[in-house]
């Protein structure tokens, strides 16, 4: 299964070459928050004021090492994938742009459609 992570493309360059990422995330939630390609859309709303350049990691949950949980910490009836430890690099099979429309909505990567 696909999931996807959202960062800024800055932060991302800081850990493109290294073996693990996540850090910052586990220091601040305890987790590594991801969506699922049809749950993103109600996840991208919350980057659309970031004025840096976003990008999604795309992670192969087969290639995970740490444990994956699906929470729904804010009970609304969706749950999300969080990644509990570094996420080990050579799960993330690919690196997107994220795409926005003119009014800042989400627009799925042509990648992510198939």
Same mark, same amino acid.
């Given at each position: 299964?696909?999931?996807?992570?959202?960062?800024t493309k800055?932060?991302?360059?800081?850990?493109?070459?290294?073996?693990f /990422? #996540? !850090?910052?995330?586990l220091?601040?939630f305890?987790?590594? =928050?991801?969506s699922?390609?049809?749950t /993103?859309h109600?996840?991208?709303?919350n980057?659309?004021? !970031?004025a840096?350049?976003?990008?999604?990691?795309?992670?192969?949950?087969?290639?995970?090492t740490?444990?994956?949980?699906?929470?729904?910490l804010?009970? #609304? #009836?969706?749950a999300?994938p =969080?990644i509990? #430890?570094?996420?080990?690099?050579?799960?993330?099979?690919d690196?997107?742009?994220h795409?926005?429309?003119?009014?800042k !909505?989400?627009?799925?990567?042509e !990648?992510l459609?198939r």
């Open positions: 299964m696909i999931i996807l992570h959202a960062l800055t932060l991302w360059n800081t850990y493109k070459n290294k073996d /990422y #996540g !850090e910052a995330s220091e601040k305890g987790f590594i =928050h991801c699922d390609i049809d /993103y109600l996840v991208a709303p980057f659309k004021n !970031e840096d350049e976003m990008v999604l990691l795309v992670i192969d949950t087969s290639k995970v740490p444990k994956i949980v699906w929470e729904d804010r009970n #609304g #009836g969706v999300f =969080h509990y #430890g570094l996420l080990n690099k050579n799960a993330i099979v690196v997107l742009p795409l926005w429309s003119d009014t !909505e989400w627009i799925p990567n !990648e459609k």
